[in-house]
């Protein structure tokens, strides 16, 4: 049996792995997964499979979350662990996760700031914008997305001062695991019409040297469903989905 990825191309963990997997050439089967399609007990992050897939997600992730890999009768979950997995088994080049013990520090740093911090603010524009209309069929005042664009733009700040300075990217003069886990969360606001790389030059030139480093088609492909986000509005949601999410989401924003 081969490699197995369970993916919906929505979530940002998601799209770093399948960028990852495929600008390395590095062979498997892709699992699509939709997450607001299921039925109750799906939702963000949580995997509500294509009715082909849903037996194997539900095997692969006991938590049945994305992104989930399958490799023979090995299971593995949680994003930073499957791209060190694949880097590891397919030996990908070096400068993904560096042997080098210091650079390797350096990606793990910002591995563990992101979450905090990037990953604390980037998505929460999309629940404003798209995700909480849509599953409560009400819009969030507008003082909601500027509090978190504070939030958003005080973490750009760092992120910039602290970890791309005036480096080509995160950890030097070629891209690694943080780069691309950074670029697929700041993608996120961009795709409701937040352009956070606006009036920032110095953090567009490195997102152009990302995709270049990845391959243009490539990303843009793996980011298509993020700049057609508007059509969501269009797709049917099970009632009892828009129950259970409507709470949820709404609890995120606190």
């Not at 979530?11 to 699992?31: D, H, L, V």
């Not at 997305?145 to 003069?173: C, H, N, P, T, Y």
Request: hydrophobic fraction near 40%; aromatic fraction near 10%; charge should be neutral.
């Amino acid at each position: 049996m081969g490699l197995e990825l369970y993916l919906d191309l929505l979530s940002q963990p998601c799209r770093s792995i399948y960028i990852f997997a495929r600008s390395n050439n590095i062979p498997f089967e892709f699992k699509q997964v939709e997450l607001f399609k299921g039925g109750p007990g799906t939702g963000p992050g949580r995997a509500a499979a294509r009715p082909s897939n849903s037996e194997g997600a539900g095997k692969v992730s006991l938590l049945k979350k994305v992104p989930a890999l399958k490799d023979g009768d090995f299971t593995l979950a949680e994003c930073t662990a499957i791209l060190l997995y694949l880097s590891r088994k397919y030996n990908t080049p070096d400068h993904w996760y560096p042997s080098d013990i210091q650079k390797r520090a350096q990606v793990d740093e910002y591995l563990s700031w992101h979450h905090t911090n990037i990953r604390a603010n980037a998505p929460k524009t999309m629940w404003i914008k798209v995700l909480i209309p849509l599953f409560t069929g009400q819009p969030l005042p507008s003082e909601k997305l500027q509090e978190v664009m504070e939030g958003l733009s005080a973490s750009l700040k760092q992120f910039e001062e602290r970890f791309l300075k005036d480096k080509a990217f995160i950890i030097g003069s070629e891209i690694s695991l943080a780069d691309l886990v950074a670029v697929v969360e700041l993608m996120q606001p961009v795709g409701v019409g937040c352009d956070i790389f606006e009036d920032r030059p110095r953090l567009m030139e490195w997102r152009r040297r990302v995709e270049d480093a990845v391959g243009k088609e490539l990303f843009f492909q793996a980011h298509e469903m993020i700049f057609n986000i508007r059509e969501l509005s269009n797709i049917q949601i099970h009632p009892q989905l828009k129950e259970h999410l409507a709470p949820v989401l709404m609890k995120m924003l606190k």
